[in-house]
């Protein structure tokens, strides 16, 4: 019924910037917080950056001055820019948001979290 499709990611060097995609599409009647996920080999899946349906945003310290969250109400997409890229940024990429879903009419609806794909993301010489 939802589904979130991610794009952007790729090879960059250190110092370089990526900019990723995540666009939600289906019987969406509303999109609440939504944000950026990565997990790095060997390692637990952590929050990069978050934003509510108002606009407001966090971070996490790693990335704080360098990433960038934003959001497209009409298009129901969220972008990460990635700058001054390093190698420990090297990871999977993934977007979330929470969805109200259904169709206008139905007498039915549901509130869940949904999760993109996954994007790699290499930074590397």
């Known amino acids: 019924q939802v589904q979130l499709v991610e794009s952007g990611g790729g090879l960059v060097q250190p110092g370089g910037s990526l900019r990723l995609s995540c666009a939600a599409s289906?019987?969406?009647?509303?999109?609440?917080?939504m944000g950026w996920y990565r997990q790095a080999p060997g390692e637990q899946r952590e929050l990069v950056a978050g934003i509510t349906s108002g606009g407001d945003t966090n971070y996490a310290d790693s990335v704080k001055g360098r990433f960038t969250i934003s959001r497209d109400n009409t298009d129901n997409t969220v972008y990460l820019q990635m700058n001054s890229l390093k190698p420990e940024d090297t990871a999977v990429y993934y977007c979330?948001?929470?969805?109200?879903?259904?169709?206008?009419?139905?007498?039915?609806?549901?509130?869940?979290?949904?999760w993109g794909q996954g994007t790699q993301v290499t930074v590397s010489s």
């Open positions: 289906g019987d969406i009647i509303s999109i609440g917080d």
């Open positions: 979330n948001a929470d969805v109200t879903s259904g169709r206008y009419g139905s007498g039915q609806y549901s509130f869940r979290a949904y």
